[in-house]
């Protein structure tokens, strides 16, 4: 069974600054999707970067970015010019049965990512 | 403008006692899921259904039901069987194409 592993329970970044999150994964798979969410205190679900296995060239979206590793199976979360409102839990999601008939997600048990001013 | 609505935001259940959460989506989506979520960990799947009338057990399905009778509505019963109900429930909903499964804003149940 696929499994996803986030190291990293807590993380602490200043303002402006650039942190890391990391994410690794297993699966027997060649084609899946992979994806970063984040959870404000609000507790909503917001999608923050998809990465698509076959895909050589690492996703961005304006200060995020993703270091997607296949061959390691890691696939981290950078981000830049961090902001106060980038506080928030992150989790990483494997996409299980792509291209059949599941589309489960498989999520990782997070990342509480700290802003200080 | 197109979501996912689940109801009621917060929940309390009594010792013995059914409660069904609601989650209705107008994307049009053909799957839709419901996750769990406990603190310090992710989400869990309980039960997902890929088209009417069709649903699956996830991997904590012990204690919970549902049905999927119309396409845009997706509920889950948490029957008195469940013995720690106490969580955040979050249900999902994918369209075609592999698309990232969007959210509603989920529901939290508690023990009276």
Not at chain 1, 11 to 17: G, K, L, N, T
Not at chain 1, 24 to 43: A, G, H
Not at chain 1, 83 to 89: P, S
Not at chain 2, 87 to 95: K, T, W
Request: hydrophobic share 30%; proline share 4%; charged share 20%.
């Amino acid at each position: 069974a696929q499994t996803v592993t986030q190291s990293q329970p807590e993380m602490s970044v200043q303002e402006a600054e650039t942190v890391t999150l990391s994410c690794t994964y297993d699966t027997s798979e060649s084609d899946y999707y992979l994806f970063w969410y984040k959870q404000p205190p609000s507790r909503q679900m917001i999608l923050v970067i998809r990465q698509e296995a076959y895909k050589q060239q690492n996703a961005t979206e304006n200060r995020f970015s993703v270091n997607f590793q296949k061959a390691a199976k890691s696939f981290s979360l950078k981000i830049s010019d961090s902001q106060l409102g980038d506080a928030a839990m992150y989790f990483c999601a494997y996409l299980e049965g792509y291209g059949g008939a599941t589309n489960k997600l498989i999520f990782g048990t997070g990342t509480l990512l700290a802003v200080q001013p | 403008d197109g979501g996912i609505t689940q109801s009621p935001k917060y929940l309390f259940r009594k010792e013995g006692q059914n409660v069904t959460l609601s989650c209705e989506q107008n994307l049009n989506h053909d799957a839709m899921y419901w996750y769990r979520q406990d603190p310090g960990q992710g989400l869990r799947l309980i039960y997902y259904s890929q088209i009417v009338n069709d649903f699956q057990k996830g991997d904590i399905a012990e204690g919970y039901s549902v049905s999927r009778e119309k396409k845009e509505s997706f509920p889950l019963t948490v029957t008195s069987a469940q013995k720690n109900p106490t969580a955040f429930y979050l249900c999902a909903s994918i369209g075609l194409g592999n698309q990232p499964q969007h959210f509603g804003d989920g529901t939290r149940l508690s023990i009276l």
